[in-house]
Structures are given as C-alpha cells and as structure tokens.
C-alpha cells in the first residue's frame, strides 16, 4: 500500500544539525571534564578557518539548489524534484558535508582533540541513520534516475 503524499519522504525525525550540534557539545563538555588537545601548529586555526568558509560556500550553495528546485530541506518531508546540479553534481550530500567540515573545522580551531573525536560517531549515525534512509526514499521516489544519479556522484566528495 502506498503512503498518502505527506507521509512519503524519508522518516528521518532526528536532524542531522541536531546531531552534530550534539557531537560539537559533547566534545566541549569531555574537554572541559577531561583536557585533550590536538598537537599545536600555527596552521591549525587557519585550516579550521578555510574548513569552516568551504562548510559555508557548501551550504549557501545547496540551499540554493533546494530553494532553486522548491524542495523542503527537512528530510522528514517529500521532495519535489531530483536534485543533481550545484553542489549535488559533486557530492549526493552537501549539507551533511558542510556540517562535517563545520565540525572539524571548530575542532581544528579550538585545538580539541575530543570535538575531532566526536565527529566520527556523528558521521556514522549521519551515514547509517539519515542516508541510508534518505537513498532508500530517493530509490522508491525517482527510481532508474536516482540510481544513475549514484553511479555518477560519491555518496560525500
């Protein structure tokens, strides 16, 4: 039987900001409990600078194509239309992306070790939570093109 329209999307009620947002929060509170930092370099603050801008040039990018294609950003709410050109035509995940390198990009900044750590968790409940059931929506909703649309584009960069 088929969902109604409002229920066909990828039942994903966990946002991926919120996941992110809870990895870079649990890695101030263990460094704040537990000091470890990063190995110090004068280049660390300005890598975590340019991770951060490139986060951002992402993002801005990507809303735009969701904005462009009248697309809701949300994942718990249907798409309109297959989204393949900006920075989708690079990477099936630019927002995820760009939360990424906003992650490690304050990691690098503030020289904590524990923010980098919490990265790996957050990008592992990103891929096996939020993708997997956003590719399994997209393969019921567009079908052959969306599975051309994986064989030419990585899944992140």
Not at 12 to 28: A, C, D, E, N
Not at 147 to 157: A, E, G, K, P, S
């Given at each position: 039987?088929?969902?109604?329209?409002?229920?066909?999307?990828?039942?994903?009620?966990?946002?991926?900001?919120?996941?992110?947002?809870?990895?870079?929060?649990?890695?101030?509170?263990?460094?704040?409990?537990?000091?470890?930092?990063?190995?110090?370099?004068?280049?660390?603050?300005?890598?975590?600078?340019?991770?951060i801008a490139a986060s951002l040039?992402?993002?801005?990018?990507?809303?735009?194509?969701?904005?462009?294609?009248?697309?809701?950003?949300?994942?718990?709410?249907?798409?309109?239309?297959?989204?393949?050109?900006?920075?989708?035509?690079?990477?099936?995940?630019?927002?995820?992306?760009?939360?990424?390198?906003?992650?490690?990009?304050?990691?690098?900044?503030?020289?904590?070790?524990?923010?980098?750590?919490?990265?790996?968790?957050?990008?592992?409940?990103?891929?096996?939570?939020?993708?997997?059931?956003?590719?399994?929506?997209?393969?019921?909703?567009f079908g052959p093109a969306y599975?051309?649309?994986?064989?030419?584009?990585?899944?992140?960069?």
């Open positions: 039987m088929d969902k109604p329209a409002d229920e066909d999307h990828a039942n994903v009620h966990f946002p991926p900001p919120l996941i992110h947002g809870i990895g870079v929060l649990s890695g101030v509170a263990l460094a704040a409990l537990f000091p470890l930092t990063l190995p110090t370099s004068v280049w660390m603050p300005w890598l975590g600078g340019c991770l040039f992402i993002a801005g990018s990507a809303f735009r194509e969701f904005s462009r294609h009248r697309n809701p950003v949300p994942p718990n709410q249907p798409i309109n239309r297959l989204m393949t050109g900006g920075p989708f035509y690079f990477t099936r995940n630019p927002l995820y992306l760009a939360l990424a390198l906003l992650h490690a990009g304050l990691g690098l900044i503030s020289s904590s070790a524990w923010l980098m750590l919490t990265l790996v968790p957050a990008l592992l409940i990103v891929r096996y939570y939020v993708i997997a059931r956003e590719e399994a929506y997209l393969t019921r909703r599975h051309d649309y994986q064989t030419r584009v990585r899944r992140w960069f």
